[in-house]
């Protein structure tokens, strides 16, 4: 593993454990070039996904794109980045598990919206409105509206 500080090409394992979620290793290293210590960690990949975008656009799946859409969601939200963690995950493991090596962008934002709204209204809101593209307040107002009755019930 190459260091992030030196880029030296080695570096040494001093401790490994699974994260709490079980879904990854947690690594520390030291570097033997300079001695700095980082953590990597490693992720078990089924196969090569890819998502399909809109006007049939294809890219990889990138799951720091999906946890920095979801995190920008959840910005100054009483919400641990643990529990966002765990929510990027399940998604990743639903969209791995589905058998599908291309996932329509619809589904993968499907289910980001399912993991929100039980994880929490506000950011349910805010990842709607992009997902949604809302083009004025009153879409907002819709929306929000919709999922207050829903809260009701």
């Not at 920095?68 to 641990?80: D, G, H, V």
């Amino acid at each position: 593993m190459r260091c992030p500080f030196c880029s030296h090409e080695d570096s040494q394992v001093k401790d490994s454990r699974p994260t709490e979620d079980g879904a990854a290793i947690r690594r520390r290293r030291q570097c033997e070039g300079c001695g700095a210590r980082f953590t990597t960690f490693e992720r078990v990949q089924l196969r090569e996904l890819t998502i399909v975008k809109s006007e049939d656009r294809r890219e990889p799946f990138d799951r720091t794109k999906l946890e920095r859409s979801i995190a920008i969601a959840c910005r100054k939200r009483p919400i641990e980045p643990g529990r966002i963690d765990r929510l990027v995950s399940a998604i990743q493991r639903q969209i791995e598990t589905s058998g599908d090596s291309e996932i329509p962008a619809a589904r993968v934002g499907g289910m980001v919206m399912d993991g929100l709204k039980a994880l929490d209204t506000v950011a349910y809101i805010r990842f709607a409105s992009v997902y949604k593209d809302f083009t004025e307040a009153k879409d907002f107002e819709d929306f929000a509206g919709t999922v207050a009755e829903a809260g009701r019930e």
